[in-house]
Nanobody
């Protein structure tokens, strides 16, 4: 059983940066695909970014390309989402998830078995 714990959310001004971390236990992230998803109030959860094969494969949703970077730390068994140039529309609860994900399913919520509890990011002036 893999457990995931997110940290790093908070309130940030538009144009600012936030770094989210997803700490894994019960399994090493290099064995799985790890993704970040977000859900804004009144909307469905959506894919944000994913990493697989110890960072050899990455995926991003179009709206965050060039602004967000997903990376993994083997020693800390942590996956990080660096979020720059934040916009109010990035406001959401961000959750990380892990699973034995194949490359073609990295962006699919249903491909992930284990989920963290989520961390809130609010982008507002």
């Amino acid at each position: 059983q893999v457990q995931l714990v997110e940290s790093g959310g908070g309130l940030v001004q538009p144009g600012g940066s936030v770094r989210l971390s997803c700490a894994l236990s019960g399994g090493h992230f290099s064995r799985y695909g790890v993704g970040w998803f977000r859900q804004a109030p009144g909307t469905e959860r959506e894919f944000v970014a994913a990493i697989k094969s110890s960072g050899g494969e990455r995926r991003y949703t179009d709206s965050v390309k060039g602004r967000f970077t997903i990376s993994g730390d083997n020693a800390k068994n942590t996956v990080t989402l660096q979020m720059n140039s934040l916009k109010p529309e990035d406001t959401a609860v961000y959750s990380c998830a892990a699973g034995r994900v194949i490359s073609s399913s990295m962006t699919s919520e249903s491909a992930y078995y284990w989920w963290g509890q989520g961390t809130q990011v609010i982008v507002s002036s």
